[in-house]
Each structure stands twice: as C-alpha cells, then as structure tokens.
C-alpha cells in the first residue's frame, strides 16, 4: 500500500515568489496536516485539515494556506516568499481527525528560498 | 505555554550499549506522548505512543518508553543499541482528554551517533 505522497520532493524558488506544497493521504484517510521543520529544529504544526474542513492551524502568517480536496488529498500554498520559509514542509494523514489518530508522514518537501 | 524539551541535542553510544533519551513536557491538560525517529532524507516513524494504562509502553525496533507524571518525563530507551539506529529521535505532545485535533508539539529532537 502506498504511504503518504508528497511533491515535488525539492524546489527552489526566490524572495516574493508563490509555492504549491502537494499531498495524497494513505487511502481511506481522511485527516492531512502540514508541519514545517527548519533545519536543525522539531517540525512546526501548520494546518490539520479534516473532512475538507480546517480542523487546527498554527501560529504561521496568513501568507500560509492550506485546501482539503473531495478525494482528501492537500495543498499548501505559501506566498511571498521569504528566505526563512526554507525548510522541509511534512505532510501527515491520519484515519481520524482527532487526537487518537496516528499520524503517518511523508517524506517531504524541501523548499529553499534564495 | 505547551512545551516539549529535550535536553540532549547530540548523543553518541557504542553500538550493543544500552540508550536514554530524556524528554520533559510542559502541558496543562493530560498529554498524549509519541516518540518518532527521522532517518536522513526521510519523513517522520512513529516509535510508540502513551494515551493512558501502564506507564511503561513498548514500540517497534525493541524501545521502550516510560511515562513519569511526577517528572513530567517521557523519557525513550533501548537496552543494546544497534548502528541502524542512528538517527534523530523527537518526542512530541497532544492535549488528551478532550483534544479534538492531532496536532502534535514536537520536541527539539536529539540526534543519536552510533560508533562501532
């Protein structure tokens, strides 16, 4: 069974500029998170998304967003890039939203902000 | 605030050695307790969890983990130590009873060395 997915697995982008962060769940999942981990650091709770409905979010700027597609899959889209956004962006899923559900994540996705 | 701290940013032990890795939190309702490992380039393993019972909960790969109310203490072991173990290790909180979401407070993690 597939685990959790994410892409692209790096990028590069510059100062200002906008990012889509994809995920797919483990089938039959139905709760995401987004967790930001800085070099050196503990990943950082952004969104948890379940049901298509924000579930939590994080202490991060609005610049940070987040969507729950109808086949659960997720996107998190960053805009106005700043050099301190770069990090590893975890994308999580769980069967349930709530704090019994396990989390499962993926790899990442290594974003680098010149 | 909710917090998770381990003291321990970098450990070294001989491989076949015994291993502690201490973790405290700072949570004003019950906690959920979660060990993960992270290998290099790799995302998040969940190691094992505490949600209640017996303090003393096992995971996978032969750890072991206990929970000390008293000590605020989470604290990950393994009696021998194998070099596939090297990694980093985070430990992280969710509210318990009553906690409708799963976001986790991660720790600051400790990174294990394993010598031969």
């Known amino acids: 069974d597939a685990g959790v997915t994410q892409s692209p697995t790096h990028l590069i982008k510059t100062r200002g500029q906008h990012v889509t962060l994809r995920c797919s769940p483990i089938?039959?999942?139905?709760?995401v998170s987004w967790y930001q981990q800085v070099l050196g650091q503990g990943p950082q709770f952004i969104f948890q998304y379940y049901e298509k409905e924000e579930r939590g979010r994080g202490n991060f700027p609005d610049r940070f967003s987040a969507r729950q597609f109808p086949n659960y899959s997720s996107e998190l889209n960053v805009n106005a890039l700043l050099l301190g956004d770069s990090a590893l962006y975890l994308c999580a899923s769980s069967l349930r939203g709530s704090n019994t559900g396990e989390l499962f994540f993926g790899e990442g996705s290594r974003l680098t902000v010149l | 605030a909710q917090s998770v701290t381990q003291p321990d940013i970098h450990i070294t032990v001989s491989e076949g050695a015994s291993l502690e890795l201490r973790c405290n939190y700072s949570?004003?309702?019950?906690?959920?307790l979660f060990w993960y490992v992270q290998s290099p380039g790799q995302g998040l393993q969940l190691l094992l969890k505490y949600f209640s019972g017996d303090t003393l909960v096992q995971g996978i790969k032969g750890f072991e983990a206990e929970f000390k109310r008293s000590q605020s203490s989470f604290n990950l072991r393994k009696p021998s130590v194998h070099w596939s173990d090297a990694a980093e290790y985070f430990c992280?909180?969710?509210?318990?009873?009553?906690?409708?979401?799963?976001?986790?407070?991660f720790g600051t993690g400790t990174l294990l060395a394993v010598q031969p």
């Open positions: 949570y004003g309702a019950t906690p959920y």
């Open positions: 089938s039959g999942h139905k709760s």
């Open positions: 992280a909180v969710v509210r318990g009873y009553g906690g409708a979401t799963n976001k986790l407070i």
